[in-house]
């Protein structure tokens, strides 16, 4: 039984095509999705209801014939399950009550708290065709920290380097809560039957200098270190959103990761150029350019698939699927990959 997500990191050659799936396949832009998430009433309730999770997991799949499944949930569920109250609100995004210090944050209720997104691992698996992949993911701390600190999304985190800059001790605790909350939730998610995990750092952008090698790399690589000594033995793609060049090359070469997911703005030519050939490129295609669809769309995806052919590599968007995106781009470009 072959299956392309998971065979690309451990087979030595390389296929006639590469695997496929999407960031934020599960959502918006799919009507069946919109469906479940007004029957839930809103997207926290969905995220801990086992029963329609697995269901708007299973749809992009079952819908396009993507190669992989993303479980469906999102990575502040952890803050919610540290004890810092989370909600969403309509139209705007998520908002937490901002803490300056981790005294306050209890790390024992993470796999109680957390049960349900493994029952809805357990489904998911349960349900999938054998060739599919689950992924399970989390939040990298640096990414979660600066959500917990603001108590919003924002655009620079600047608050959250304001605490870093200021109390560096502070901001070091709750980085450290988070490292091993993480490694416990991911855990959790290998257990109930994830079989490739993605860490998000998506506000890898926002650090400078020595901040990315101490509050994204580092971390990283203690959570990767932390998950293999745990017995996790699942390929793991790191995906620092936004970095620049020599900041991608460090995370892929430092942090123990086995594929690194690259955003929309950085070459992927000259990312392969310098990346050992034993790390699996994914990415990078403009969620932008997914939207427009036709030929620019075809044309784009020729680029990366030709830009990558002689190494293993994953098709993926730069960032998440727009919720304004027409549902036949999605089956145009997945039928183009698979048509290689
Ligand atoms: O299909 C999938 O990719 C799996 C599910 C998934 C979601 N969020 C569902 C979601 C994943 C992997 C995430 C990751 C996530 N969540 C990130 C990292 C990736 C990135 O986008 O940079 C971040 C930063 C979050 C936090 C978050 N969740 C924000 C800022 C928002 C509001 C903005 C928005 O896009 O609506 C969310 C909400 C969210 N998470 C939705 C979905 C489908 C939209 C909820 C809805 O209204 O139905």
Redesign the pocket.
């Known amino acids: 039984m072959i299956k392309p997500l998971e065979d690309i990191f451990r087979r030595a050659d390389i296929p006639s095509r590469p695997p496929i799936w999407?960031?934020?396949?599960?959502?918006?832009y799919l009507p069946e999705?919109?469906k479940c998430?007004a029957q839930a009433g809103d997207?926290l309730s969905?995220?801990y209801n086992s029963d329609l999770a697995s269901v708007v997991?299973l749809q992009?799949v079952e819908r396009f014939d993507f190669d992989a499944a993303?479980?469906?949930?999102?990575?502040?569920l952890l803050c919610d399950a540290l004890g810092q109250e989370l909600w969403?609100v309509?139209?705007?995004?998520?908002r937490l009550t901002p803490i300056q210090r981790c005294d306050d944050l209890v790390i024992d209720n993470i796999e109680t708290h957390l049960a349900p997104v493994g029952e809805t691992i357990m489904r998911v698996r349960k349900a999938l065709s054998p060739d599919k992949t689950v992924i399970g993911?989390a939040?990298a701390p640096w990414?979660v920290a600066s959500?917990m600190i603001a108590g919003c999304?924002t655009q620079y985190q600047g608050q959250a380097l304001a605490l870093m800059r200021s109390d560096r001790v502070a901001f070091q605790g709750i980085i450290d809560i988070l490292i091993e909350a993480t490694i416990r939730y991911l855990v959790l998610q290998v257990q109930a039957g994830a079989e490739v995990l993605?860490l998000?750092e998506?506000?890898g952008g926002s650090l400078r200098g020595n901040e990315f090698t101490d509050f994204a790399i580092a971390p990283a690589t203690s959570i990767i270190t932390g998950l293999r000594a745990r017995g996790v033995t699942v390929p793991i793609i790191g995906?620092p959103?936004g970095v620049n060049h020599d900041f991608y090359i460090d995370y892929a070469m430092s942090t123990g990761l086995d594929g690194l997911g690259l955003g929309s703005d950085i070459d992927i030519v000259s990312i392969s150029k310098c990346v050992a050939g034993d790390i699996v490129i994914q990415g990078n295609l403009p969620p932008e350019t997914l939207r427009v669809g036709g030929d620019m769309l075809i044309t784009a995806a020729e680029d990366i698939c030709s830009a990558l052919e002689s190494r293993r590599f994953i098709f993926n968007l730069g960032?998440?699927?727009l919720?304004d995106t027409p549902l036949e781009n999605v089956q145009l470009l997945v039928d183009y990959i698979h048509s290689r």
């Open positions: 999407l960031m934020r396949q599960a959502g918006r999705y919109r998430r997207f969905l995220c997991t992009p993303i479980i469906f949930a999102d990575i502040l969403f309509e139209g705007e995004g998520p993911f939040g990414t959500y999304s993605q998000f998506s506000w995906f959103r960032h998440g699927i919720p």
